[in-house]
Nanobody
Framework: VQLQASGGGAVQAGGSLRLSCAAS????????RAWFRQAPGQEREFVAA????????YYADSVKGRFAISVDNAKNTVYLQMNSLKPEDTAVYHCAADNSLILSSIGNWQQYDYWGQGTQVTVSS
């Protein structure tokens, strides 16, 4: 499985971006898909996930109400719509996928087998 993330860029606070993560090599309709981010000098942190078993979505408290994860299985792509961006959202955003996670593990980046290369998001004040 190969994941290709795109859509990052530089925006001002309050702006919006939509990240995309296209998969190839395998259909990911039965995979949990997630977004994580990592700012310089900080650990990778959970942002959002689409849980494969239920189709439910989950978010970090810091992005709840501002970000939305969605999946287009026909395109084998997961998206992250980011609105009302803040400077603290600045980070490299990574997409991830796995087909064996349980719900309690979806926020743990170490549990994911497949990763995209990351796309930079920079939010200026």
């Amino acid at each position: 499985v190969q994941l290709q993330a795109s859509g990052g860029g530089a925006v001002q606070a309050g702006g919006s971006l939509r990240l995309s993560c296209a998969a190839s090599g395998r259909t990911l309709s039965r995979y949990t898909r997630a977004w994580f981010r990592q700012a310089p000098g900080q650990e990778r942190e959970f942002v959002a996930a689409y849980f494969r078993s239920s189709g439910n979505t989950y978010y970090a408290d810091s992005v709840k109400g501002r970000f939305a994860i969605s999946v287009d299985n026909a395109k084998n792509t997961v998206y992250l719509q980011m609105n009302s961006l803040k400077p603290e959202d600045t980070a490299v955003y990574h997409c991830a996928a796995d087909n064996s996670l349980i719900l309690s593990s979806i926020g743990n980046w170490q549990q994911y087998d497949y990763w995209g290369q990351g796309t930079q998001v920079t939010v200026s004040s």
